[in-house]
């Protein structure tokens, strides 16, 4: 009976580490293609489809006209759509609107020709709505030893940051990538764009995705974030011994 009380508490105890881990961080989506040579396919465009098939109702950020024209710098206002209505946002920081193919960064919008080039950190605020999920496509990322930072801000003013891991001095130009993520239980007001390399390396951003809490759906499959799964794991091998040890008593 001892023993059967034992294993009962342990297993609770998983079961509320796993259930609180699971939820503790987004789920994660990322593609790349170093050789893509400037056009949008391979890898990120299968990342993405995966991304956007656990949304419903979203819109696409492709900053074309006639919202945005060539030489644009932030501040720049973004729209963005919500379930209830339009999902405000504001850019700022250090970038400007480009319409050419610069260094291998490049349009991602079939038809289009604009995108975001960023010369330093930039940040995204959403004003109306914070949001659960957030996607991109990148270009020319990593050639010069760059790698891409995200932070997260929550609602709580928690604040979380990831290093992208895009491979670094890869390609020599016009690579892409797309990275998002998904947070069917936390949502985000803020979110802050670093560079690894910043001052050497250079990125572009295009085809922005946004969803609220309730485009989310759930649950969304992906990639979660690696320390969920080595937590969970470290406590699958502690019940496993906590077993051994009392079977033997």
């Keep these: 009976m001892f023993l059967n009380l034992r294993l009962s508490a342990i297993a609770f105890t ?23 040579a400037s056009t949008v ?16 109702g979203v ?11 060539p030489g644009d710098l932030a501040p720049l206002p973004l729209t963005f759509t919500g379930s209830s209505g339009n999902i405000l946002a504001n850019l700022s920081g250090f970038g400007q609107i480009a319409s050419n193919t610069a260094g291998g960064r490049f349009n991602t919008s079939s038809g289009g ?21 957030f996607g991109f496509y990148g ?22 940051s990831y290093t992208i891991a895009n491979t670094v001095n890869g390609a020599t130009s016009g690579a892409l990538l797309f990275w998002g993520f998904i947070d069917s239980t936390k949502t985000y007001n803020r979110i802050t764009f670093g ?14 995705v946004v969803g609220d809490i309730r485009q989310v759906v759930t649950p969304p499959s992906g990639v979660p974030e690696p320390g969920t799964l080595a937590l969970v794991g ?16």
Excluded at 139 to 150: H, L, Y
């Design 234 to 249: 470290l406590s699958l091998a502690g019940l496993a011994a906590a077993t051994r040890r009392n079977a033997r008593k």
């Design 113 to 133: 020709s604009q995108w975001w080039g960023p010369s330093g950190t930039f940040v995204i605020e959403f004003i109306t709505e914070a949001v659960a999920a």
């Design 41 to 56: 396919s391979g890898a990120p465009t299968t990342a993405r489809a995966s991304f956007l098939s656990n949304l419903s």
């Design 195 to 208: 560079n690894t390399a910043a001052g050497v390396d250079a990125f572009g951003f295009d085809d922005m």
């Design 139 to 160: 270009t020319d990322i990593g050639d010069f030893d760059g790698q891409i930072q995200v932070t997260l801000r929550d609602t709580g003013n928690v604040s979380t």
């Design 59 to 69: 819109s696409n950020q492709n900053f074309e006209g006639p919202d945005f024209i």
């Design 14 to 36: 998983l079961s509320t580490v796993v259930v609180a881990v699971a939820h503790a961080a987004p789920v994660f989506y990322f593609g790349e293609n170093q050789s893509a």
